[in-house]
């Protein structure tokens, strides 16, 4: 498990994935219409428009650089610190692309 916390190769595919996944969903939609992001239990389906799917992997890249800064502060002192960042930092980036996913097959 450590191992693979330590790996940082699996957080970069899975967030270059899920910009590819948003990337493929931005083109395959036209500019005035509005893309499905969640659906909901009766029937109704959250919309946004075409530009705003971009904040999904912003906010992530967002969260996933201020994790790096927490690991590089807490890196000398707290062990156990750093191998929760980085597991958040993995988690995190798992989560987008789970969202990127929903987001293209709602898009179909």
Known sequence: MEKLIQSESLLVFCFLLSLAILFSVYLKTAPD????????????NFLTQ?????Y???????????NKLIYQIALG????????????NLE?????LIISLQ????NL
């Not at 219409?33 to 109704?44: A, H, L, R, S, W």
């Not at 995190?92 to 987008?96: C, D, G, K, M, P």
């Open 103 to 106: 987001v293209f097959f709602l």
């Open 33 to 44: 219409f509005p893309v499905i992001v969640k659906p909901n239990d009766f029937g109704y």
């Open 92 to 96: 995190i980036a798992v989560l987008t």
């Open 77 to 88: 002192r707290k062990r156990n610190l750093s191998l929760l960042v980085k597991f958040v």
């Open 56 to 66: 999904i992997p912003l906010l992530s890249f967002l969260f996933i650089a201020i």
């Open 50 to 54: 075409r530009l705003r799917i971009w």
